[in-house]
């Protein structure tokens, strides 16, 4: 209506107003889409053809089409879709199996094998983790205070539960490993403050690891500045710094008379010994060996490592506990996400991009995957632009020139900053608002993500070109790729674009030091499922994997297409609710859904009561209910059955027959209610 104006909380309060992300939420699942690669637990690798509606036994229902070597195709149903898994990969770069033979089949058991001495090797890693110890540190609270008064905003939900649960680990008397997520800008830097305050002034020392010079360089600013008045001395090693001062640094760190070092992977090196260090901070992560990390690592009790897009192993270890990990997941208040655009590289275009940049008052970068690739770029923009002036920055140029350079363009020395991925970590400039990047295909996923953090970091909004060589056409799958990053251009992105990376690269040997490993054998979805249950195996747990019950009830539950149009949104549904496992995620779903497409039809309802009945047979036990008119059948496993004898009150209408429970039906047949009561009687019994 004229006058009337929408707004939300967010425009009012900005990020700060969300809500703390669950690690769950952001580790979740990529979305499955027709066309995707999938695995079926039973057939192996295939393509995701459709959604379809099919009518059976005088019932409607959907089922999902999926075709396989030789277009073979298969229907499988909805109770099928815990089955079903992502792989990750694109139709063309894969061979599909073939139905009705043994391939799959022989495939699934060796990697089962390799994966099961895999979690063994992890179980043995996490234990002697669990069962070490260390001095706890705890640092003055009064200094503590002090220093935290320092930090100039309120912090985020997800920040300061990460400055918690780092706290919490140094005081536990157990060596921390722990993984600080969070995406460009998000206040990482934060936490590695807090860590460091904590160690510094409890009398230990501190190591702090960046990448590049620029940004070790631009880190010991940061904690020179912040801990001025503390009482803690922070020094600098890197290659910028002169032989006498590296000298007086390492003398200061042999003594204890330095508190915190910050540098890049000279760090690492022999010669720089420790009075006593507690604490290790690796910062952009991805961008280390994991041979050096192990040895970062070593030197110390504590490790804290930071990243927006952890490499695929990291992930991995993450996800499957190997690490602790924190999320920061919300935006700090008033940021607004970078638009991306993947196009061919047009003169006119590059032009307009630039200029619109330069009259409302900002910078702009430009960026080449090589150096010989800057002299074309610049002879190309005095072309297009000779009124604005280009500075020219790349990992060759002396030290000291390029920390000028770098230095400058951010005190406003340029209009446009050309450079390689050398600008990818650590510099901060607020008035730069337009990315151009050419030859995209020459980049990794984190690396344009990571670079594309670098503009749109103040209130103005933010915009990067993806910018292919028109003479040189992008492979289909590498385009692939580079749209994931123009789709995913929220704010907070930088692990779904992990998990991506994750896919298409694969998680690696988590205790080995490889980057390729049994993720590309069977997709990365299917990997944590075999891995998990691997893992609660070889933990001694009595059942690695809960047999998913069989339900003879009354069919027919579903998502209408009038209730649901889209076929991807309805396929993501039934996924989601087959991996639940707990009757309140359920039940939040249920939530959702009406939340997303108001009151639920029946054939929903019917659906979520079905799942609803299935995490509760498993909890109890139950493998197959069978109900008829006169009696429902509860069939139990021989454990669950006797663990039972004797601890479930039997009556006239209740009785065993060898591992079944039967309870009579009076008038008329057991609605979905009464199989739930029985279920939870079940489970809570014994």
């Given at each position: 209506?004229?006058?009337?104006?929408?707004?939300?909380?967010?425009?009012?309060?900005?990020?700060?107003i969300?809500?703390?992300?669950?690690?769950?939420?952001?580790?979740?699942?990529?979305?499955?889409r027709?066309?995707?690669?999938?695995?079926?637990?039973?057939?192996?690798?295939?393509?995701l053809?459709?959604?379809?509606?099919?009518?059976?036994?005088?019932?409607?229902?959907?089922?999902?089409?999926?075709e396989?070597?030789?277009?073979?195709?298969i229907?499988?149903?909805?109770?099928?879709?815990?089955?079903?898994w992502?792989?990750?990969?694109?139709?063309?770069?894969v061979?599909?199996?073939?139905?009705n033979?043994?391939g799959?089949?022989?495939?699934r058991?060796?990697?089962?094998?390799?994966?099961d001495?895999?979690?063994?090797?992890?179980?043995?890693?996490?234990?002697?983790?669990?069962?070490?110890?260390?001095?706890?540190?705890t640092?003055?609270?009064?200094?503590?205070r002090?220093?935290?008064?320092?930090?100039p905003?309120?912090?985020?939900?997800?920040?300061s539960?990460?400055?918690?649960e780092?706290?919490?680990?140094?005081?536990?008397?157990r060596?921390?490993?722990?993984?600080?997520?969070?995406?460009v800008?998000?206040?990482?830097?934060?936490?590695?403050?807090?860590?460091?305050?904590?160690?510094a002034?409890?009398?230990?020392?501190?190591?702090?690891?960046?990448?590049?010079?620029v940004?070790?360089r631009?880190?010991?600013?940061?904690?020179?500045?912040?801990?001025?008045g503390?009482g803690?001395?922070?020094?600098?090693?890197?290659?910028?710094?002169?032989?006498?001062?590296?000298?007086?640094?390492?003398?200061?760190?042999a003594?204890?008379?330095?508190?915190i070092?910050v540098g890049?992977?000279?760090?690492?090196a022999?010669?720089?010994?420790?009075?006593?260090?507690?604490?290790?901070v690796?910062?952009?992560?991805?961008?280390?060996?994991?041979?050096?990390?192990a040895?970062?690592?070593?030197?110390?009790?504590?490790?804290?490592?930071?990243?927006?897009?952890?490499?695929?192993?990291?992930?991995q270890?993450?996800?499957?506990?190997?690490?602790?990990?924190?999320?920061?997941?919300?935006p700090?208040?008033r940021?607004?996400?970078?638009?991306?655009?993947?196009?061919?590289?047009?003169?006119?275009?590059a032009?307009?991009?630039?200029?619109?940049?330069?009259?409302?008052?900002?910078?702009?970068?430009?960026v080449?995957?090589r150096?010989?690739?800057?002299?074309?770029l610049?002879?190309?923009?005095a072309?297009?632009?000779?009124?604005?002036?280009?500075?020219?920055?790349?990992?060759?140029?002396?030290?000291d020139?390029?920390?000028?350079?770098?230095?400058?363009?951010?005190?406003?020395d340029?209009?446009?900053?050309?450079?390689?991925?050398?600008?990818?970590?650590?510099?901060?400039?607020p008035?730069?608002?337009t990315?151009l990047?050419?030859?995209?295909?020459?980049?990794?996923?984190?690396?344009?993500?990571?670079?594309?953090?670098?503009?749109g970091?103040?209130r103005?909004?933010?915009?990067?070109?993806?910018?292919?060589?028109p003479?040189?056409?992008?492979?289909?799958?590498?385009?692939?790729?580079?749209?994931?990053?123009?789709?995913?251009?929220?704010?907070?992105?930088?692990?779904?674009i992990?998990?991506?990376?994750?896919?298409?690269?694969g998680g690696?040997d988590?205790?080995?030091?490889?980057?390729?490993?049994?993720i590309?054998?069977?997709?990365?979805s299917?990997?944590?499922?075999?891995?998990?249950r691997?893992?609660?195996?070889?933990?001694?747990?009595?059942?690695?994997?809960p047999?998913?019950p069989?339900?003879?009830?009354?069919?027919?539950?579903?998502?209408?297409?009038?209730?649901?149009?889209?076929?991807?949104?309805?396929?993501?549904?039934?996924?989601?609710?087959?991996?639940?496992s707990?009757?309140?995620?359920?039940?939040?779903?249920?939530?959702?859904?009406?939340?997303?497409?108001?009151?639920?039809?029946?054939?929903?309802?019917t659906?979520?009561?079905?799942?609803?009945?299935?995490v509760?047979?498993m909890?109890?036990?139950?493998?197959?209910?069978?109900?008829?008119?006169?009696?429902?059948?509860f069939?139990l496993?021989?454990?669950?059955?006797?663990?039972?004898?004797?601890?479930?009150?039997?009556?006239?209408?209740?009785?065993?027959?060898?591992?079944?429970?039967?309870?009579d039906?009076?008038?008329?047949?057991?609605?979905?209610?009464?199989?739930?009561?029985?279920?939870?009687?079940?489970?809570?019994?014994?």
């Amino acid at each position: 209506a004229a006058g009337r104006s929408v707004i939300t909380p967010s425009d009012i309060t900005g990020g700060r107003i969300a809500r703390r992300a669950s690690g769950a939420a952001a580790f979740g699942e990529t979305e499955i889409r027709v066309g995707d690669v999938v695995i079926h637990e039973d057939h192996g690798l295939g393509v995701l053809q459709a959604l379809e509606r099919i009518e059976a036994d005088g019932v409607e229902r959907d089922v999902l089409r999926l075709e396989y070597h030789g277009g073979a195709t298969i229907l499988a149903p909805v109770e099928d879709f815990g089955r079903i898994w992502r792989y990750g990969s694109e139709p063309g770069a894969v061979t599909l199996d073939r139905l009705n033979t043994q391939g799959w089949i022989k495939r699934r058991a060796e990697v089962s094998a390799q994966i099961d001495a895999t979690a063994a090797s992890m179980v043995e890693l996490a234990r002697a983790r669990a069962a070490s110890q260390t001095p706890p540190i705890t640092p003055p609270a009064t200094a503590y205070r002090r220093f935290v008064a320092g930090f100039p905003f309120p912090e985020s939900a997800d920040q300061s539960a990460a400055i918690s649960e780092v706290l919490a680990d140094l005081a536990s008397g157990r060596p921390m490993n722990r993984l600080v997520c969070g995406d460009v800008g998000f206040g990482k830097t934060e936490v590695a403050l807090r860590a460091a305050a904590a160690a510094a002034l409890a009398g230990r020392q501190v190591l702090v690891a960046a990448p590049t010079t620029v940004l070790a360089r631009q880190h010991y600013e940061t904690f020179r500045r912040r801990f001025e008045g503390t009482g803690v001395s922070v020094g600098h090693l890197s290659r910028i710094v002169d032989g006498a001062e590296a000298r007086a640094v390492k003398a200061g760190l042999a003594d204890g008379s330095i508190h915190i070092v910050v540098g890049t992977q000279a760090l690492a090196a022999e010669s720089v010994v420790f009075a006593d260090l507690a604490l290790v901070v690796i910062d952009e992560e991805h961008r280390f060996g994991a041979r050096l990390k192990a040895q970062f690592a070593e030197r110390a009790p504590h490790l804290l490592l930071m990243s927006a897009t952890p490499i695929p192993r990291t992930l991995q270890s993450a996800l499957v506990g190997i690490q602790d990990v924190s999320l920061i997941a919300s935006p700090p208040a008033r940021r607004r996400p970078v638009r991306t655009f993947l196009t061919e590289f047009d003169p006119g275009s590059a032009r307009l991009a630039l200029m619109r940049e330069k009259a409302r008052g900002g910078q702009s970068f430009v960026v080449a995957p090589r150096i010989e690739d800057l002299a074309p770029l610049a002879s190309q923009l005095a072309t297009i632009a000779p009124e604005l002036k280009v500075v020219t920055a790349h990992g060759k140029l002396p030290a000291d020139e390029m920390d000028c350079v770098m230095t400058g363009f951010a005190d406003g020395d340029g209009d446009v900053l050309l450079a390689t991925n050398i600008i990818e970590n650590g510099l901060d400039v607020p008035r730069a608002n337009t990315m151009l990047i050419w030859r995209p295909d020459r980049f990794g996923l984190a690396q344009l993500h990571q670079l594309r953090g670098r503009v749109g970091r103040g209130r103005r909004q933010g915009f990067a070109y993806l910018l292919s060589d028109p003479e040189t056409p992008i492979a289909d799958n590498t385009r692939s790729r580079l749209h994931t990053l123009e789709a995913l251009d929220r704010l907070g992105s930088g692990f779904a674009i992990s998990a991506r990376d994750l896919d298409l690269r694969g998680g690696g040997d988590l205790v080995g030091d490889e980057q390729a490993g049994h993720i590309r054998l069977i997709g990365a979805s299917l990997y944590q499922r075999v891995l998990g249950r691997a893992l609660r195996l070889a933990s001694g747990e009595s059942d690695g994997d809960p047999v998913r019950p069989k339900l003879n009830l009354a069919s027919g539950g579903g998502l209408p297409e009038d209730y649901v149009p889209d076929a991807t949104v309805r396929i993501n549904l039934y996924a989601r609710l087959a991996q639940l496992s707990t009757v309140e995620d359920i039940d939040a779903l249920h939530e959702e859904i009406e939340d997303r497409f108001g009151p639920l039809p029946e054939a929903a309802e019917t659906l979520l009561t079905a799942a609803r009945l299935a995490v509760l047979a498993m909890a109890a036990g139950v493998i197959e209910i069978a109900s008829g008119p006169k009696a429902t059948a509860f069939t139990l496993t021989p454990r669950r059955r006797a663990a039972l004898e004797g601890a479930l009150k039997l009556g006239d209408d209740r009785r065993w027959s060898s591992d079944r429970l039967i309870v009579d039906a009076a008038a008329r047949p057991h609605g979905p209610d009464f199989v739930e009561t029985v279920l939870t009687e079940l489970a809570g019994a014994g």
